[in-house]
């Protein structure tokens, strides 16, 4: 398939940039993926929507300040954009339950795939000083993609330093300063570990939650650390020759089991954004069985793949010709999809990360 088969014309004034005050308000597009009829409602009227028995999967991961300014050792101010923590003992991989684990078993010692910029001030072996010293950092190298893999020396804890140096990262088409650094991380959020919030979960309140939940909706969760990588653009033509970043993400046992339970007694299973999509279609065997399991997912959905847990798919609105827009076209049909999406820019739904959802069941 060719990229600009998920084209579509987007009005700028379209693309939200600022949260809505209360998240459960937003427009909800329902669709029916058989038939493509659409519906529209508000993301309040979600308990409306699903049965009793059906089961909501949702992205716990905690989008971290991951955009950090510092000072060269020849005196530069550059700015480093965490993407992705790439190991954390010098001899391979160690995984652990959470971000909190992980962070204080490393100690002083971390490496990342970050963006830099200016990228011609952070070279191989350029040295790096944030705050007052302290975070300190070293370029180890630059990789095929002109990321800087780069080597963080601290003492403390890692995610109380971000938590002092950082800045939350917003998608470039966010122009508008964020007030509430909360607003771009969902009320369930948990582990610490993205560069970009599961957007789709941001609607959701917890009173939303426990009416569900009082409804006879199961709640659990899954882990998908979302990367830069998720939403670098397709630059290949032909969209099978793209290569996806891995991200890593945790399933537990409890969870697997709850879904596979879900799934044996006729409950629709509805993942909460496409990465929650991506762990689940990652960790289910051709039988249709999820399992438990830890590690980097670099599964790249696109028409003509065929699903093996998900049920429905709550989501957020998502760029043209991204890798996201691919994965709802697998899920919905690419012509039910474009056909949403110009009935949600016709009624002047809210574009991307600030903005409204569709139901796809």
Same mark, same amino acid.
């Given at each position: 398939?060719?990229?600009?088969?998920?084209?579509?014309?987007?009005?700028?004034?379209?693309?939200?940039?600022?949260?809505?005050?209360?998240?459960?308000?937003?427009?909800?597009?329902?669709?029916?993926?058989?038939?493509?009829?659409?519906?529209?409602?508000?993301?309040?009227?979600?308990?409306?929507?699903?049965?009793?028995?059906?089961?909501?999967?949702?992205?716990?991961?905690? #989008?971290?300040?991951?955009?950090?300014?510092?000072?060269?050792?020849?005196?530069?101010?550059?700015?480093?954009?965490?993407?992705?923590?790439?190991?954390? +003992?010098?001899?391979?991989?160690?995984?652990?339950?959470?971000?909190?684990?992980?962070?204080?078993?490393?100690?002083?010692?971390?490496?990342?795939?970050?963006?830099?910029?200016?990228?011609?001030?952070?070279?191989?072996? #350029?040295?790096? #000083?944030?705050?007052?010293?302290?975070?300190?950092?070293?370029?180890?190298?630059?990789?095929?993609?002109?990321?800087?893999?780069?080597?963080?020396?601290?003492?403390?804890?890692?995610?109380? +330093?971000?938590? &002092?140096?950082?800045?939350?990262?917003?998608?470039?088409?966010?122009?508008?300063?964020?007030?509430?650094?909360?607003?771009?991380?969902?009320?369930?959020? &948990?582990?610490?570990?993205?560069?970009?919030?599961?957007?789709?979960?941001?609607?959701?309140?917890?009173?939303?939650?426990? =009416?569900?939940?009082?409804?006879?909706?199961?709640?659990?969760?899954?882990?998908?650390?979302?990367?830069?990588?998720?939403?670098?653009?397709? &630059?290949?033509?032909?969209?099978?020759?793209?290569?996806?970043?891995?991200?890593?993400?945790?399933?537990?046992?409890?969870?697997?089991?709850?879904?596979?339970?879900?799934?044996?007694?006729?409950?629709?299973?509805?993942? #909460?954004?496409?990465?929650?999509?991506?762990?689940? =279609?990652?960790?289910?065997?051709?039988?249709?069985?999820?399992?438990?399991?830890?590690?980097?997912?670099?599964?790249?959905?696109?028409?003509?793949?065929?699903?093996?847990?998900?049920?429905?798919?709550?989501?957020?609105?998502?760029?043209?010709?991204?890798?996201?827009?691919?994965?709802?076209?697998?899920?919905?049909?690419?012509?039910?999809?474009?056909?949403?999406?110009?009935?949600?820019?016709?009624?002047?739904?809210?574009?991307?990360?600030?903005?409204?959802?569709?139901?796809?069941?």
């Amino acid at each position: 398939m060719q990229k600009s088969d998920f084209y579509y014309d987007l009005p700028h004034e379209l693309i939200a940039q600022t949260p809505l005050i209360n998240r459960q308000q937003s427009r909800l597009l329902c669709m029916d993926k058989q038939s493509g009829v659409l519906t529209h409602r508000h993301f309040y009227d979600l308990p409306e929507l699903l049965h009793k028995g059906d089961c909501l999967i949702l992205n716990d991961s905690r #989008v971290l300040p991951a955009r950090l300014l510092g000072v060269t050792d020849s005196g530069h101010t550059v700015e480093v954009l965490l993407l992705r923590e790439t190991g954390n +003992i010098k001899d391979g991989f160690t995984f652990f339950s959470s971000s909190e684990q992980m962070y204080n078993f490393m100690g002083n010692y971390t490496i990342w795939e970050c963006l830099t910029k200016p990228g011609k001030k952070t070279k191989e072996g #350029v040295k790096i #000083v944030f705050g007052n010293g302290e975070l300190t950092a070293t370029v180890n190298n630059v990789n095929e993609s002109g990321n800087r893999m780069i080597e963080f020396n601290y003492d403390g804890n890692f995610l109380d +330093i971000l938590d &002092k140096l950082g800045k939350t990262p917003l998608p470039p088409y966010i122009y508008e300063e964020l007030t509430d650094a909360e607003r771009y991380q969902t009320v369930y959020s &948990k582990e610490a570990g993205s560069s970009a919030a599961p957007t789709a979960g941001l609607h959701f309140t917890r009173d939303l939650l426990n =009416e569900l939940l009082e409804k006879g909706v199961e709640v659990c969760y899954v882990t998908l650390h979302v990367g830069l990588g998720t939403f670098r653009p397709v &630059k290949s033509e032909r969209i099978e020759e793209h290569d996806m970043h891995a991200e890593y993400y945790v399933i537990n046992e409890e969870t697997a089991g709850l879904i596979n339970n879900v799934k044996k007694h006729g409950g629709r299973v509805v993942a #909460v954004g496409t990465t929650s999509c991506r762990v689940l =279609e990652s960790c289910t065997d051709e039988k249709g069985m999820v399992s438990a399991y830890c590690g980097f997912t670099d599964i790249f959905i696109y028409p003509g793949y065929s699903f093996k847990c998900i049920d429905g798919l709550i989501t957020n609105f998502h760029l043209p010709e991204s890798t996201l827009i691919m994965l709802v076209s697998a899920f919905a049909g690419r012509t039910n999809t474009l056909n949403a999406y110009e009935e949600a820019i016709r009624e002047k739904y809210r574009f991307f990360s600030f903005g409204d959802a569709c139901l796809i069941l």
